[in-house]
């Protein structure tokens, strides 16, 4: 191949399905940083990927402020992008999120691995359907 | 190395008086590298006449190429001589599946009731490898494979030598549900495989007006062909994978088109044609 950079055509293909999708979703890669998410997860985070750009893997946990549905912490790696990412296997899970504008939202969180080969995660899918707002 | 087209047609092989002048025989491109090992670029029905020339030179090892499976890159490889020569060593190269292997998914065609001989019985030496995903030496060349857009496992090829470089992707729709001027190249498939290259034969196969009907059937629109070739910084842009239902008069407007959108004259965006014969290092148009 050349020498420029090349994400794998999994999230390539995956970042094609989440820019035509009403419903929020969030892309993380191999290494774990949140490298896209849509138009419709902006008002989970409460700003536009264009605005912020990749986000490493140490501070979108951080961004997403996701707790249990009844408000207790929940560390990162316990929550579905955290599991589908560490253990690479799907999770879900009835979460609050906080907006970086304060709004908490209650979401049902589905993620899964991308694998293109069987022992070749190239990175997660999260989704996030949004169930109630405070 | 040097370059040759046996067959540019997309999806179906279309003889005729209406396309005299590009061809009507479906994907396969000849590459002699530099020390003259002999690799093929798709065995579509354009691989039946250069199985007979590769013969009547002697050839003893063939390394064919495949982007991916679909009929119109495959239906010529029962059909090359080299393949039923028991002298001969036929190295298969494809796309990797999470389902079957190559050879596998090879013998569902080459096998009753689609074919009258089965692969088990054909008398050369055949080997199946996985497209190359880091750089492999097949004589002088480097051929690499990257995993591109397209419907079902599909890959484009780079292959350099001696100097020259080019990339093949002849079914790809790197456009897909995006808007490759808005986009970080590093989110375009195919980029890596095409930056940078002499030359970059690429799917061309519908009209911009066309293409509305066919989104996710795997191919570009000239627009999308052209805005790949000016991101990837490409020497010149052979259009290729011709519509089956574009006569050669149809075929000289899109390349006009081409010309127009780009800014730029034959030097930097031609029309694939049987028996076209590239060279390297002489265009540095599109840079």
Not at chain 1, 61 to 67: N, R, S, T
Not at chain 2, 46 to 68: F, I, N, T
Not at chain 2, 180 to 201: K, N, P, Q, R
Request: aromatic residues 8%.
């Amino acid at each position: 191949m050349g020498t420029a950079p090349q994400r794998a055509l999994a999230l390539i293909v995956a970042r094609e399905l989440a820019a035509n999708l009403a419903t929020p979703m969030f892309l993380i890669d191999a290494a774990g940083d949140l490298v896209f998410y849509n138009d419709a997860a902006e008002q989970i985070i409460g700003k536009s990927f264009a605005e912020l750009g990749t986000i490493s893997a140490l501070t979108w946990g951080e961004m997403l402020k996701l707790a249990k549905a009844n408000g207790d912490p929940l560390r990162r790696r316990d929550s579905p992008p955290g599991i589908a990412f560490a253990e690479r296997r799907p999770a879900h899970a009835t979460l609050q999120a906080t907006a970086l504008d304060g709004t908490v939202r209650l979401v049902e969180v589905t993620a899964y691995p991308l694998f293109a080969k069987t022992d070749e995660m190239h990175g997660v899918v999260a989704i996030f359907w949004e169930t109630e707002r405070s | 190395m040097n370059v040759r087209i046996w067959g540019c047609r997309g999806s179906v092989a279309t003889p005729g008086p209406d396309t005299m002048r590009y061809g009507g025989n479906t994907s396969c491109v000849e590459v002699r590298t530099t020390d003259g090992v002999s690799l093929v670029l798709d065995a579509g029905t354009g691989m039946r006449p250069l199985g007979a020339k590769l013969d009547a030179e002697g050839v003893r090892e063939v390394h064919v190429l495949l982007s991916h499976l679909h009929l119109d890159h495959l239906q010529g490889l029962g059909f090359f001589r080299p393949l039923f020569d028991p002298e001969v060593h036929v190295h298969i190269w494809g796309p990797p599946s999470p389902v079957q292997t190559l050879e596998e998914r090879i013998a569902l065609y080459l096998s009753p009731p689609l074919f009258p001989v089965r692969l088990s019985d054909i008398p050369s030496r055949v080997t199946f490898h996985d497209a190359p995903e880091q750089p492999v030496s097949l004589g002088s060349a480097q051929v690499v494979a990257a995993a591109v857009t397209h419907q079902g496992p599909t890959v484009g090829y780079r292959i350099t030598d001696g100097g020259g470089s080019l990339c093949y992707l002849p079914d790809h729709e790197p456009s897909l549900g995006v808007t490759l001027a808005d986009l970080d190249t590093d989110w375009i498939s195919g980029f890596a495989l095409a930056h940078g290259v002499d030359v970059l034969l690429h799917d061309a196969q519908y009209g911009d007006g066309e293409y509305a009907q066919h989104v996710g059937w795997g191919h570009s629109a000239i627009e999308h062909v052209v805005e790949f070739a000016r991101k990837a910084e490409v020497g010149r842009l052979v259009l290729f994978h011709h519509d089956p239902y574009h006569d050669d008069n149809e075929l000289d407007a899109l390349c006009e088109l081409a010309m127009t959108m780009l800014g730029r004259g034959e030097d930097a965006v031609q029309l694939a044609y049987e028996g076209m014969q590239i060279t390297f290092g002489v265009s540095e148009a599109l840079r």
